[in-house]
């Protein structure tokens, strides 16, 4: 990214006799559609581009922003970022440059498909899924891309600078009949361009939505109580990256928040468990060649065999921990200072055929796909929704229930997995923390729980 001035004096400024400062320059365009009743809904297009300065004195941060790249702007808000941590001090920097490339290759670049493709695919796919089952009532169709480029300059001579496409879509499909409505939705993305939506993939997310929804109508009340639960791969990794991965983040460990504070080394798992971050992942939606600290992305293991190995962590969470940051430090935009946060999240495949989880289990019940829920870190609780499941009877999938949730905590659970499934599913979608979103992916093979609470809805 040409910025039209050194960055280094603003760097040094921000700096004023802290330990630590850095600029973050952002230039992002983006496109979004939504289509609703039938209807171009809404259509935004357009350019954001800014600058978030950093200052660390004492390991407390001040911050500041603006959309003004001028010198003189960027100077004079170095200045206010250092006053606000600490005044004084003198130093010199030399930068060293380092250009990153995100893991991903690009074949189409959703800036070069005119937006009228763009809405035109998106109505397609919305008219398709109408046409698939009267039943179905209700579609939204949602289109985001973007491009972001990044440079992260820092007090340590760092320079470096990355580049990152993003494609998403997703389709929610409301399916109604005889009094009973039921929601699919399916979503696909990540660190790619338009070739991803091309040959039928983008209709075939809305069908995997519309489908999901229509077979949740026919579905009866699921039963309640205690029972043995196959989260397949088709799952996602919704409940590693709640349940477990939010309370391995350095920052809610450091605050005594993590039901995993102070647990490196001892066994947190079954031996058949092993977590691991991974921002390096070519082509998926929480990947990228640099975190925005300028950190490059890496594979953390963060529970190996069941033992927790060690925590995620950005730069500031590692300067109090004493630790290296490990390239989770990510931002909303520039107008957000950097927290730490996780990327590509995912439990790693055992050494059992799914097909024999399922049948080595008599009685139970299969999640499809798992929907929303709640988590405390602090101690590992969570309940989640089950968007698709089905019960499991004599070693076979059998008819489809509706109305399930998942009740249990996070730490006993993963102790507890007995079989762990050769697949491997991902889910893609937006983690919220401190009021910031950031692009993430979740994944898991096909997993079994012999025993987990169920919640069934009332006949």
């Known amino acids: 990214m040409e910025l ?27 496109t979004s559609l939504l289509i609703e009743e039938d209807r171009v809904e809404k259509v935004v297009a357009g350019v954001d581009a800014g600058v978030g300065i950093r200052s660390i004195h004492d390991f407390k941060t001040a911050y500041g922003y603006l959309s003004d790249l001028s010198p003189a702007r960027v100077m004079e808000v170095a200045k206010g970022v250092a006053h606000a941590a600490r005044e004084g001090g003198e130093a010199a920097l030399r930068l060293r440059k380092a250009v990153s490339r995100s893991p991903a290759r690009v074949v189409l670049e959703p800036d070069k498909v005119p937006l009228m493709d763009k809405v035109e695919l998106t109505l397609a796919v919305n008219r398709a899924v109408r046409k698939l089952d009267n039943r179905v009532v209700q579609v939204r169709v949602i289109y985001r891309d973007s491009q972001q480029e990044v440079r992260v300059v820092n007090s340590e001579g760092l320079d470096a600078s990355d580049l990152r496409t993003h494609t998403m879509f997703a389709v929610e499909v409301v399916a109604a009949d005889k009094g009973v409505v039921q929601t699919g939705l399916e979503s696909a993305g990540g660190l790619a361009g338009f070739e991803i939506l091309k040959e039928g993939a983008a209709e075939e997310i809305g069908f995997k939505a519309a489908r999901r929804a229509l077979t949740m109508l026919g579905a009866r009340p699921a039963p309640a109580g205690a029972m043995c639960v196959v989260l397949s791969a088709s799952a996602g990794g919704t409940m590693i990256h709640e349940a477990v991965g939010h309370g391995l983040e350095a920052d809610l460990s450091q605050e005594g928040l993590s039901v995993y504070a102070g647990r490196i080394g001892q066994k947190v798992a079954s031996d058949l468990i092993t977590v691991v971050d991974d921002g390096t992942v070519e082509g998926h939606r929480g990947s990228f060649g640099i975190d925005d600290e300028g950190v490059p992305a890496k594979r953390n293991v963060l529970v190996d065999a069941g033992v927790l190995k060690g925590f995620m962590y950005d730069r500031l969470t590692a300067m109090k921990h004493g630790a290296q940051p490990t390239g989770n430090g990510r931002r909303e935009s520039f107008r957000h200072r950097p927290i730490v946060r996780m990327t590509n999240t995912l439990i790693t495949p055992g050494g059992s055929d799914p097909r024999e989880i399922i049948s080595a289990t008599q009685k139970g019940l299969m999640v499809a796909k798992m929907g929303g829920g709640q988590v405390n870190t602090k101690n590992g609780d969570f309940v989640f929704e089950v968007a698709e499941g089905y019960l499991i009877e004599g070693g076979e999938v059998a008819e489809p229930v509706r109305g399930a949730t998942i009740t249990g905590n996070g730490p006993r659970i993963l102790e507890t997995i007995d079989m762990v499934g050769s697949d491997l599913g991902f889910t893609v979608g937006t983690c919220g923390k401190d009021g910031q979103g950031a692009p993430v992916s979740d994944g898991q093979p096909t997993l079994r729980i012999p025993e987990v609470v169920v919640g069934g809805e009332v006949s």
């Not at 001035?5 to 952002?26: N, R, T, Y």
């Open 4 to 30: 039209g001035f050194e960055p280094e004096h603003a760097v040094l400024a921000a700096l004023g006799g802290g330990s630590f400062a850095d600029l973050f320059f952002e230039h992002r365009a983006t």
